[in-house]
């Protein structure tokens, strides 16, 4: 009997060999041959995969996306009872570079940022996401307001952008070691302490 393939563990095993590279060379340091040897593949495999390099960071970067939801939904669900705050929160972490998987991860969003500056496709396809980010944390607002955990003067929109500017812009700090990942959290605390005062 031939063996089965499953296709989409294939791509999965394309994409995760295409993130691994990217943290150490970043995406135009990056070939498909490259990606074919680190995934364990012959180029014509991923080539059967991914017609293009563009369509195979189109899908890494979708992959990602996936990881990141799953492990966010996993850590609020075994938080308790979600509520806004607690799912913020873990929205929040979960940006932050903390250990090497989370530091990967961030490096892969800073090299597709690079590349995304200079290619208009590319930067379609890493904004895609951040309005539904955005208006997500809005509505997590709109709805501690309406339980009465955050003040009603509080313009949703608003926060959910320092929010998101919160968390985003203290990775690079990270990195560079100018904040711990423990002072980054403290700081999204505090900020979210601030926020839910009823």
């Known amino acids: ?13 394309i994409a995760e060999a295409l993130q691994r590279l990217t943290t150490r060379a970043g995406l ?3 070939s498909l041959r490259q990606v074919a040897a680190e995934a364990g ?8 995969y991914f017609g293009t390099k563009d369509e195979m960071l189109r899908y890494a970067l979708e992959h990602r996306h996936k990881l990141r939801s799953e492990r966010i939904t996993a850590k609020v669900l075994a938080g308790g009872p979600p509520t806004p705050r607690s799912i913020l929160r873990a929205c929040l972490v979960e940006v932050l570079p903390r250990d090497p998987d989370s530091e990967a991860d961030f490096l892969i969003g800073v090299a597709y940022f690079i ?29 501690a307001q309406e339980a009465g955990d955050v003040p009603a003067s509080a313009d949703p929109e608003t926060e959910a952008s320092l929010l ?7 990775g690079s ?11 980054a959290i403290s700081t ?5 302490d601030r926020l839910f005062t009823p």
């Open 1 to 13: 009997m031939p063996k089965q393939v499953d296709h989409e563990q294939r791509r999965v095993q």
């Open 28 to 30: 135009e340091g990056v």
């Open 41 to 48: 593949m012959s180029m014509g495999s991923v080539q059967h």
């Open 115 to 143: 590349r995304a500056v200079a290619d208009p496709a590319m930067a379609k396809a890493f904004g895609e996401g951040v309005p539904e980010l955005l208006a997500f944390f809005a509505d997590q607002v709109r709805q």
């Open 164 to 170: 998101w500017a919160i968390a985003d812009s203290q």
């Open 173 to 183: 700090e990270i990195l560079m070691g100018h904040r711990t990942p423990a002072q």
């Open 188 to 192: 999204v605390d505090y900020y979210l």
